[in-house]
Every structure is written in structure tokens, then in C-alpha cells.
């Protein structure tokens, strides 16, 4: 079984470029996690979803952010005219939303965005 | 509202010491989880342990022990005999059962230095 999966790793754009990155979660999961870490701090929740469906947005994501998760498997986060203060390990994570792993995510290991 | 503390910042110990992580945490909800993750230096949140708030019963797995105490919102974690293998950064998180999202709360971080 394969735990989450994130790319690119490592991503370097200009500001004002748009960048996207996606997640492929663990296979059984249905709900899918966006954190955004910042250095020195513990991710911060931006949204998840359950299955196809997003139920929750943070105020952390503005309106240049959109996630997408069409078929309820990976995910994509899209970042549209970046700024630098969107430079920050992305992390995406999985859980179920039953049974005794309830609530337990498991976490990709990011993508780190540089935004020059 | 909820919060996490992690009053440390950063720990230096030499191998073989035994280290403890301390954790304090906020919360208006009766039922909550407690986490604590391991962040290497690759980036990758690993789960190390969730407890639920009914469950106060201290646990021990291999050198990781965790103390959880409602009556002082605490859920401290002891490394004992540590190795270079430990080093990493630390993280007490919270997820509070009302919220149907199940988005976790981290803590700022502890990081952990093991020194051969």
C-alpha cells in the first residue's frame, strides 16, 4: 500500500506565474487534506474534501487558490498569479472518515514552492 | 477556541538521553484527539500516536512513551535512550470532534537535536 503522494517536489516560479500541484492520496481514503507550512511554524489547514466534494475552505485561501478533486481520487491545488508570500511546503494529506482509523491523516511529503 | 502549545523551541541531547516533548492544548469541546507527528528533515509528517480524550491511559511504544493529563491539558512525549534517528522537528496537534471537517490544529514544533 502506498502512502500519499505529492508533486512536484520542489517548485521555482516567477511571481505572477500560476503553478499547480497535485496529490494522490492513499487509495481507500475518501477525505483529502491542503496544509500550507510556513518555516518555523505547523501546517495550517486550507481545505479538505470528501470524496469529489469540498466542504471546507480556510480564510488563508484566497481567491487565487483552487483545489479540485474530480473523480474523488488525486487532487490538484492551483495557484494563480503567485505572489512571494505564497512561498511554503504545501502539504496534502488523507484520511477515512470511518472505522477505527477515523480521523487519523496520513501526509504526503510536500511540495515546496519558491516564488521569486 | 482551540490551540496548541509547544512551549520548546528547540532541544539539543546527546544519544542515549532520555528527551520530553512538552505539549499543552485548548480546547471547549468534551471530546477531542490528540496527535503527535515526527517531521524529518525530507519533509514527510509521519503519524507517530492519536488519543482520544475519553482515554487518559498513558502509552508506550518501543522508546516513545506519551502522558496524557486532562487535568492540565497536557499530552508530553518521552523519547528514551534517543538516537541520531530521532532528530527531527515534533508536533503536538489537537482536532476537536465537532468539527465535522476533522482539520487538526499543529503546534508550532519542537525541534530535536540527538548529538553522537
Known amino acids: 500500500d502506498t502512502g500519499v503522494s505529492q508533486d512536484p517536489r520542489h517548485k521555482i516560479t516567477k511571481r505572477g506565474q500560476n503553478v499547480t500541484f497535485r496529490c494522490d492520496p492513499i487509495?481507500?481514503?475518501?477525505?483529502l487534506y491542503w496544509y500550507r507550512q510556513t518555516l518555523g511554524q505547523g501546517p495550517e489547514f486550507l481545505t479538505y474534501?470528501?470524496?469529489?466534494?469540498?466542504?471546507?475552505k480556510s480564510r488563508l485561501l484566497s481567491d487565487r487558490f483552487s483545489a479540485e478533486r474530480p473523480k474523488g481520487s488525486f487532487s490538484t491545488l492551483e495557484i494563480q498569479r503567485t505572489e512571494q508570500g505564497d512561498s511554503a511546503m504545501y502539504l496534502c494529506?488523507?484520511?477515512?472518515?470511518?472505522?477505527?482509523?477515523?480521523?487519523?491523516?496520513?501526509f504526503g511529503a510536500g511540495t515546496r514552492l519558491s516564488v521569486l | 477556541a482551540q490551540k496548541v502549545t509547544q512551549a520548546q523551541t528547540e532541544i539539543s541531547v546527546v544519544e542515549k538521553e532520555d528527551v520530553t516533548l512538552d505539549c499543552v492544548y485548548e480546547?471547549?469541546?468534551?471530546?477531542?484527539?490528540l496527535f503527535w507527528y515526527k517531521q524529518p528533515p525530507s519533509g514527510e509528517l509521519v503519524f507517530l500516536i492519536r488519543?482520544?480524550?475519553?482515554?487518559?491511559q498513558n502509552e508506550i511504544s518501543g522508546r516513545y512513551s506519551w502522558n496524557f493529563q486532562k487535568s492540565t491539558s497536557s499530552f508530553n512525549f518521552t523519547i528514551t535512550a534517543s538516537q541520531v534517528v530521532d532528530s527531527a522537528v515534533y508536533f503536538c496537534?489537537?482536532?476537536?470532534?465537532?468539527?465535522?471537517?476533522?482539520?487538526?490544529?499543529f503546534g508550532k514544533g519542537t525541534r530535536l537535536h540527538i548529538l553522537p
Open positions: 494529506a488523507s484520511s477515512l472518515n470511518s472505522g477505527l482509523a477515523k480521523n487519523i491523516q496520513y
Open positions: 487509495s481507500e481514503h475518501n477525505r
Open positions: 474534501f470528501q470524496n469529489e466534494a469540498q466542504l471546507e
Open positions: 480546547t471547549r469541546d468534551t471530546t477531542y484527539y
Open positions: 488519543r482520544n480524550s475519553f482515554d487518559e
Open positions: 496537534a489537537l482536532s476537536e470532534a465537532g468539527n465535522r471537517d476533522d482539520k487538526i490544529i
